[in-house]
Structure formats: structure tokens, C-alpha cells
């Protein structure tokens, strides 16, 4: 296990770019600089941090990985982290899909738009100072992908701290596909800081799933950040499933008119989870739309936070956005916090929010019953159709079924354990 300290130049990878190596030193002041965050800090708040990133190392080398899980799909090319190392390439045909130090620098180099500053706090800064190797996934001018690239993070070294970093990026006029599952074992305890960053360009097509399926015992910091350029359309679908503390951190930079970004996720807590959102969608050209919609239910003693901000910049009119965020709180012990803002300096825009936190429908409860069901089973069917409207808007659909089933065997088993 290596401890978080600046390793000798000779002892790091090859950078094919100048801006990663420059993002890398950053990284290092930064870390060296910055404090360990603390719930005072409003994009922090709700959140209690228990461990001290000065007391993590990172593993030698990637752990025993891990057997195949529940989320599988078909893909054109697939990619697999083992506890921040990359482990395995399969090309796909007309996308690229490489490590970091195997990229073309000229296609790399684009991606520098799309960083997540060093500086955001102290679990960017070790991302970016100690991470190893990563993936880069690219569709260039015009290219089509005929399926997703299947992109598989483990973390299997218990008791170390992993940096997987993955690098999107979809050219002028191109559609890529892509979709991540995060995971661990259920049993031993893993801290995970991942990073996307994703650059999509004018009249291209982005879209991403990501699925928390990590382990109880992992904590989780995950780090995101998208541009748009140009009448490019993004789609972000997230599954919130697994971790003990599991945190989604992320930006969509809307800097191209014309463009439109599209946020679908779901989150389902039990036992004494922390599922963690805080979202940020910032509109900096005319004419364009932006859409966040996330469903998330708790149980037992579990927690759910979502913070949203949508900033309309004064050049930016024209705009249509709109964020939703819908809670279900299933027991006494269980809290949600639901925040969204807006933040308008345009004056010819069309934005909105709405956020709802409360039990199942007693009514819906009734009518259920009314009709045959007994209590057990028409809460059943309010919990599925609950989360059915996200689901059925994920940009992938071929992980609908597991997701659902993820999401319905936590309720059962809650149900049927006698914790509801």
C-alpha cells in the first residue's frame, strides 16, 4: 500500500498531454493545501465525513477482481478498472476506446475543457494527483456508435483508496454510448474518489449510465463534470443502489446554443446509507434546454440529500429548464433533504422546480385495497410505480430490469424482515 505523498516524478505515468501533467501538480499543492471538508460547508451539508484522506493508501496493484455481476449488457467495447487500475481493453469498431497513456494526444488534448478543477476540494485534489492510468473513450467527427462501451470499475483491495478516472469525449456530429457500474464487495471496507469528465461537441450526441452497485462497507465520492457545445444533446442516467455513503458530485456546462442536457436518475437507501446528489447545471448560451428529473426513497435508517443549482447566465435567453426531485421516506428513522435552486440573471427565460419528500399515499393505499390487494402488496405496487416513471426514462434501457429488481428487493426484503 502506497500512503498519499508525492511519489518521484520517474515513479509516475507517462501524460501524453500537457494539461494532465499540469492538473496533476495541481492536484498535488492543492491537497497539501486544502482541509478535509466538514457539513459547515453548505455543498457539504447533511453529510458527516468520518475518515481523513491523510490516513488512506492506495493498493500496489489491482486486487483479485471480481466475478461478473447483475448489471451486464451487450457492448461494442468494454473497459475494467480493478481498485484504480486499468485492467482490461476491448476495442470497439469506429470508437476509440484506450488507456489515457495509449491516446492520441491531439484527440486528448480537446478533452481539457472539461476538467474538474484540482481545486473543487480536497478529494479532487488526490484525484488528480495520484491517480494512475485511465480510460479514454472518443467517437470522432461523424461516428456512429452501434451499441454502448461497457465500462466496469471494481474495487476489491479492502481497507485502500482507488482513483479510476474516465475521459468521454463525442466529436462533431458523432453518438456514443456508454455505461459504467461501479462495484465492490459486500464485505470490507473501500474508499473510491471516481471521475468522468466528458466533452461533447457541436451536433453530437452523449449518452451516459452510471450504476452505484458498490458494497456497504465503500465510501464513495464520485466526481462528474459535462460540456456542451453546440446543438449537442446530453443524457446523464444514474442508478443510486449501492455504498454506504455514496456522493454524486456533478456538473453540466451548457455553453453551446441549441444544446440540451437531460439528467434521469433514482436513488433507493436502506439499512444506514447516504446516497448523496449535488447537481449543477449552468446555461451559458442562448436557446437552450436542460431537464433533471430524480426519484429516491429511504428505509430504515437511511439518508438521501440532493442540493440542485440551475444558473441561467445573462447572455443565455431563451432558456427552458427545469429540475424535479421526489422523495419517499418508508420509515421513522429515515430522512430526506431536498434542495433546488435557481439562479437567474436572463430575463426571457422559461425555469422552474419542484421537490416533494413524504410516506407512501395513504389514498393510493386505500384504492389499492378497495380493489382485492392487502396492505403488504398494494405498498408493493405504490414503491414500483414510484420509481417506474425514472426508470422508463433511463437512456439505456436494456439495464431496466435489473435496476427495477435491485430497487424492488430492497423494499421486499424490508417488508418481509419486518423493518417497515
Same mark, same amino acid.
Given at each position: 500500500?502506497?500512503?498519499?505523498?508525492?511519489?518521484?516524478?520517474?515513479?509516475?505515468?507517462?501524460?501524453?498531454?500537457?494539461?494532465?501533467?499540469?492538473?496533476?501538480?495541481?492536484?498535488?499543492?492543492?491537497?497539501?493545501?486544502?482541509?478535509?471538508?466538514?457539513?459547515?460547508?453548505?455543498?457539504?451539508?447533511?453529510?458527516?465525513?468520518?475518515?481523513?484522506?491523510?490516513?488512506?493508501?492506495?493498493? #500496489?496493484?489491482?486486487?483479485?477482481?471480481?466475478?461478473?455481476?447483475?448489471?451486464?449488457?451487450?457492448?461494442?467495447?468494454?473497459?475494467?478498472?480493478?481498485?484504480?487500475?486499468?485492467?482490461?481493453?476491448?476495442?470497439?469498431?469506429?470508437?476509440?476506446?484506450?488507456?489515457?497513456?495509449?491516446?492520441?494526444?491531439?484527440?486528448?488534448?480537446?478533452?481539457? %475543457?472539461?476538467?474538474?478543477?484540482?481545486?473543487?476540494?480536497?478529494?479532487?485534489? $488526490?484525484?488528480?494527483?495520484?491517480?494512475? #492510468?485511465?480510460?479514454?473513450?472518443? $467517437?470522432?467527427?461523424?461516428?456512429?456508435?452501434? @451499441?454502448?462501451?461497457?465500462?466496469?470499475?471494481?474495487?476489491?483491495?479492502? #481497507?485502500?483508496?482507488?482513483?479510476?478516472?474516465?475521459?468521454?469525449?463525442?466529436?462533431?456530429?458523432?453518438?456514443?454510448?456508454?455505461?459504467?457500474?461501479?462495484?465492490?464487495?459486500?464485505?470490507?471496507?473501500?474508499?473510491?474518489?471516481?471521475?468522468?469528465?466528458?466533452?461533447?461537441?457541436?451536433?453530437?450526441?452523449?449518452?451516459?449510465?452510471?450504476?452505484?452497485?458498490?458494497?456497504?462497507?465503500?465510501?464513495?465520492?464520485?466526481?462528474?463534470?459535462?460540456?456542451? %457545445?453546440?446543438?449537442?444533446?446530453?443524457?446523464?442516467?444514474?442508478? %443510486?443502489?449501492?455504498?454506504?455513503? @455514496?456522493?454524486?458530485?456533478?456538473?453540466?456546462?451548457?455553453? @453551446? $446554443?441549441? $444544446?440540451?442536457?437531460?439528467?434521469?436518475?433514482?436513488?433507493?437507501?436502506?439499512?444506514?446509507?447516504?446516497?448523496?446528489?449535488?447537481?449543477?447545471?449552468?446555461?451559458?448560451?442562448?436557446?437552450?434546454?436542460?431537464?433533471?428529473?430524480?426519484?429516491?426513497?429511504?428505509?430504515?435508517?437511511?439518508?438521501?440529500?440532493?442540493?440542485?443549482?440551475?444558473?441561467?447566465?445573462?447572455?443565455?435567453?431563451?432558456?427552458?429548464?427545469?429540475?424535479?426531485?421526489?422523495?419517499?421516506?418508508?420509515?421513522?428513522?429515515?430522512?430526506?433533504?431536498?434542495?433546488?435552486?435557481?439562479?437567474?440573471?436572463?430575463? #426571457?427565460?422559461?425555469?422552474?422546480?419542484?421537490?416533494?419528500?413524504?410516506?407512501?399515499?395513504?389514498?393510493?393505499?386505500?384504492?389499492?385495497?378497495?380493489? %382485492?390487494?392487502?396492505?403488504?402488496?398494494?405498498?408493493?405496487?405504490?414503491?414500483?410505480?414510484?420509481?417506474?416513471?425514472?426508470?422508463?426514462?433511463?437512456?439505456?434501457?436494456?439495464?431496466?430490469?435489473?435496476?427495477?429488481?435491485?430497487?424492488?428487493?430492497?423494499?421486499?426484503?424490508?417488508?418481509?424482515?419486518?423493518?417497515?
Amino acid at each position: 500500500m502506497r500512503p498519499l505523498v508525492a511519489d518521484p516524478i520517474d515513479a509516475r505515468p507517462e501524460t501524453p498531454v500537457a494539461w494532465m501533467a499540469e492538473l496533476r501538480d495541481r492536484g498535488l499543492d492543492a491537497f497539501t493545501e486544502l482541509p478535509m471538508p466538514s457539513s459547515s460547508e453548505e455543498v457539504w451539508r447533511y453529510v458527516d465525513l468520518d475518515f481523513d484522506l491523510d490516513e488512506l493508501s492506495l493498493a #500496489d496493484a489491482p486486487g483479485e477482481p471480481m466475478a461478473p455481476g447483475r448489471y451486464v449488457a451487450e457492448a461494442i467495447g468494454r473497459a475494467t478498472f480493478v481498485d484504480g487500475f486499468v485492467t482490461g481493453i476491448e476495442p470497439a469498431e469506429g470508437i476509440t476506446v484506450s488507456r489515457l497513456t495509449d491516446a492520441d494526444p491531439a484527440a486528448l488534448a480537446e478533452a481539457a %475543457g472539461s476538467v474538474i478543477p484540482a481545486d473543487l476540494d480536497r478529494f479532487a485534489a $488526490a484525484h488528480h494527483g495520484f491517480a494512475g #492510468d485511465g480510460v479514454f473513450i472518443h $467517437a470522432g467527427k461523424g461516428a456512429i456508435a452501434s @451499441g454502448p462501451i461497457f465500462v466496469d470499475v471494481q474495487a476489491t483491495t479492502p #481497507d485502500s483508496l482507488s482513483l479510476p478516472r474516465i475521459v468521454l469525449a463525442a466529436d462533431t456530429q458523432s453518438d456514443l454510448s456508454v455505461i459504467v457500474v461501479y462495484r465492490s464487495p459486500d464485505e470490507g471496507r473501500f474508499h473510491v474518489i471516481p471521475q468522468i469528465q466528458a466533452t461533447v461537441g457541436d451536433a453530437a450526441r452523449l449518452r451516459v449510465t452510471t450504476v452505484q452497485s458498490w458494497g456497504y462497507g465503500t465510501t464513495a465520492i464520485g466526481q462528474q463534470r459535462a460540456v456542451l %457545445g453546440r446543438d449537442a444533446s446530453f443524457h446523464h442516467g444514474e442508478a %443510486g443502489i449501492g455504498a454506504g455513503l @455514496g456522493r454524486l458530485h456533478f456538473f453540466v456546462d451548457i455553453n @453551446g $446554443a441549441g $444544446a440540451h442536457s437531460e439528467i434521469t436518475g433514482l436513488y433507493f437507501g436502506e439499512d444506514e446509507q447516504v446516497l448523496d446528489y449535488r447537481a449543477f447545471i449552468n446555461h451559458r448560451a442562448p436557446n437552450t434546454t436542460s431537464n433533471m428529473f430524480l426519484k429516491g426513497a429511504v428505509e430504515d435508517a437511511s439518508h438521501s440529500v440532493f442540493t440542485g443549482l440551475i444558473r441561467i447566465e445573462e447572455e443565455a435567453q431563451r432558456v427552458n429548464a427545469y429540475q424535479t426531485n421526489r422523495n419517499l421516506v418508508l420509515s421513522d428513522a429515515a430522512g430526506a433533504e431536498s434542495v433546488p435552486n435557481l439562479e437567474i440573471l436572463a430575463n #426571457d427565460v422559461k425555469c422552474g422546480h419542484a421537490s416533494t419528500v413524504g410516506p407512501l399515499d395513504a389514498d393510493q393505499r386505500y384504492y389499492l385495497m378497495s380493489r %382485492g390487494l392487502d396492505r403488504i402488496h398494494s405498498d408493493r405496487l405504490q414503491v414500483r410505480g414510484f420509481f417506474e416513471e425514472a426508470i422508463g426514462r433511463l437512456p439505456h434501457p436494456e439495464l431496466a430490469d435489473p435496476i427495477r429488481a435491485a430497487v424492488n428487493e430492497k423494499y421486499v426484503r424490508a417488508q418481509e424482515e419486518g423493518r417497515l
